[in-house]
């Protein structure tokens, strides 16, 4: 991760922590500001996004008031952690199921925010939409996933729109699809991967 200077400052008391983590481009401008709150619960740690603490790629990103994400105690739960910029936005939300199932999605995210993080060029762009849902059992984790790109660029070439499912319902196994198609690309494949000792792979 490229990171021309980065600040970080915070304020304790009462059993939390005010604080924010600032990266800074190469002229010292605040790129990105990540501002939030630590409260030491019972049997628990909770960390909640400030409203208007929340800068990605230089632009303002809007959070709900009573967010949070709750760590440290049997389960991973998070509530309305939607963090949204026009249509774009990133959510990290818990499922009312008895897995407390954890969802991660995104709709209409701009690629140049990921990539700008590593570097000052953007060779790829495009538009990342879908879920990623992780029932958060530390013995073994499962996930499934079924995002996409649309339009899909790479150095300014078209490749169309990219799909990807992933889903791992056994300690050693991933089930996988993929696709890339346009009005030039028909590419699709399907198959299995599975770790272990002998790790084996077959589309």
């Known amino acids: 991760m490229k990171i021309d200077g980065f600040e ?40 909640s996004f400030l409203p208007g603490q929340v800068v990605l790629n230089y632009n303002p990103w809007t959070v709900p008031a009573d967010n949070y994400v709750r760590f440290g105690g049997s389960k991973i739960v998070a509530k309305d952690i939607i963090l949204t910029n026009g249509r774009e936005k990133i959510i990290i939300d818990s499922r009312e199921d008895a897995a407390s199932t954890l969802l991660i999605g995104f709709r209409e995210l701009n690629l140049e925010y990921l990539v700008s993080m590593v570097t000052a060029e953007k060779p790829v762009s495009g538009l990342l939409h879908g879920d990623i849902y992780v029932v958060p059992d530390t013995s073994n984790m499962t996930f499934t996933a079924d995002i996409g790109i649309r339009d899909f660029n790479i150095s300014n070439i078209p490749w169309g729109d990219v799909t990807l499912g992933v889903s791992r319902k056994t300690a050693d196994g991933f089930d996988v699809k993929f696709a890339v198609q346009s009005d030039k690309n028909d590419l699709r494949a399907g198959g299995y991967y599975i770790t272990g000792d002998g790790p084996q792979v077959n589309v």
Do not use: H, M, P, W
């Open 8 to 47: 970080f400052n915070g304020t304790v008391a009462n059993d939390s922590i005010v604080t924010n983590l600032i990266f800074l481009d190469s002229t010292d401008r605040q790129k990105y500001i990540l501002g939030g709150v630590f409260n030491s619960l019972k049997d628990e740690y909770q960390f």
